[in-house]
């Protein structure tokens, strides 16, 4: 795998990530994990958290998702590097970086709010 200058286009994305569930970290320290499903769905969990459901588009170059219960997008620059993917947020605060730390086809564990209700 080669270091990329150039962010992934949303076809090079959707290729890389579907089917697989990335893990992320910044600094270190595991941020959460997305599961890539067909169709540009996508679940999200933070560490230790609910799982979130959505999807992702391509807008001006970014890698934009957006989930169920939010109204604004959160958009990404994705880079392919040697040791996995790396995202750049591309919102306000404009430096939040996350590196991909982990690679399955294990879906999410993502059990309903009312499981054992």
Request: proline residues 5%; negative net charge; aromatic residues 14%.
């Amino acid at each position: 795998m080669q270091v990329a200058d150039a962010p992934l286009t949303a076809q090079e994305f959707e290729a890389y990530a579907t089917g697989k569930t990335l893990s992320y970290a910044q600094g270190g320290v595991v941020w959460g994990a997305e599961q890539y499903l067909p169709g540009r769905r996508v679940i999200w969990a933070f560490t230790e958290d609910d799982c979130q459901y959505g999807h992702w588009f391509e807008d001006q170059g970014n890698i934009c998702f957006l989930y169920e219960d939010q109204d604004q997008p959160q958009c990404w620059r994705f880079f392919r590097e040697t040791t996995g993917l790396r995202a750049i947020f591309m919102g306000a605060d404009g430096g939040t970086s996350l590196s991909e730390v982990g690679q399955s086809e294990t879906p999410l564990n993502c059990p309903g709010p009312d499981v054992g209700v």
